[in-house]
């Protein structure tokens, strides 16, 4: 079974600040993909960045990188340079190699403060 | 337009009332899901389907059906509809993983079926 968490409910942060939101997994399969996605308040979801367990470099697009540590099981995601529309819910999701099913974690609120 | 489109994008609807959420895709996907979200929770999957023949039951499936009327759509249905069912849907969509060296799997969503069941 996969189990990612999200200790995190809620954050604020002052705009242009960098901001690291949390996410750590479980499971048992030795090969994975993690994914961020992010939901304004509009209620859509958009995706974010991506990282394969066996990707030798942490992943980056744009100002979103992917701090990924194996050996923690931790996958955080680091927003350089914040901004006003960077306020949101960001989810964090696992797929085990094999099934294409993604599990989710519980969310962070993520508040940028002008 | 929207690849995945929901309808209806919110419905007020009372106990016991049957409700059918649509979802239809333009992005030529043969995988399809059902996600329900709400708050503290996460969003949870109901059922997928990874093709027209192919239904499976997710974490959550008591009190839903579905139904795969062609690759390009996906209903969710609520035969008796409970308060506790109030939440926001999501229907998305997924490529072969592998298909081509960019897909990562990643899922497309719609924009969400805001549900209330009084």
């Known amino acids: 079974a996969q189990k990612i968490t999200q200790t995190q409910p809620g954050m604020f942060v002052q705009e242009k600040e960098a901001v690291t939101l949390d996410c750590t997994y479980d499971?048992?399969?030795?090969?994975?993909?993690l994914f961020w996605y992010k939901q304004p308040s509009s209620g859509e979801m958009i995706f974010l960045i991506y990282?394969?367990?066996?990707?030798?470099q942490n992943a980056t697009e744009g100002r979103y990188s992917l701090n990924f540590q194996k050996a923690r099981k931790s996958a955080n995601l680091v927003i350089s340079a914040s901004q006003l529309g960077d306020s949101a819910m960001y989810f964090c999701a696992m797929r085990a190699l094999g099934n294409e099913k993604l599990t989710f974690g519980t969310g962070t609120r993520l508040t940028i403060i002008p | 337009d929207a690849d995945v489109t929901q309808t209806p994008r919110n419905r007020i609807t009372k106990t016991g009332k049957r409700i059918m959420l649509e979802c239809s895709q333009t992005?030529?996907?043969?995988?399809m899901y059902w996600y329900r979200q709400d708050p503290g929770l996460g969003l949870r999957l109901i059922y997928y389907?990874?093709?027209?023949?192919?239904?499976n039951k997710g974490e959550i499936s008591d009190g839903y059906s579905v139904s795969r009327q062609a690759q390009a759509k996906f209903s969710l249905s609520l035969e008796s509809a409970i308060p506790n069912q109030t939440a926001l849907y999501f229907c998305a969509t997924s490529d072969l993983v592998g298909r081509t060296v960019a897909n990562t799997g990643e899922l497309f969503f719609g924009e969400g079926s805001r549900l209330t069941v009084l």
């Open positions: 990282q394969g367990s066996y990707d030798q």
């Open positions: 389907s990874f093709d027209v023949k192919d239904i």
């Open positions: 992005k030529g996907h043969d995988r």
């Open positions: 499971t048992s399969d030795p090969s994975y993909g």
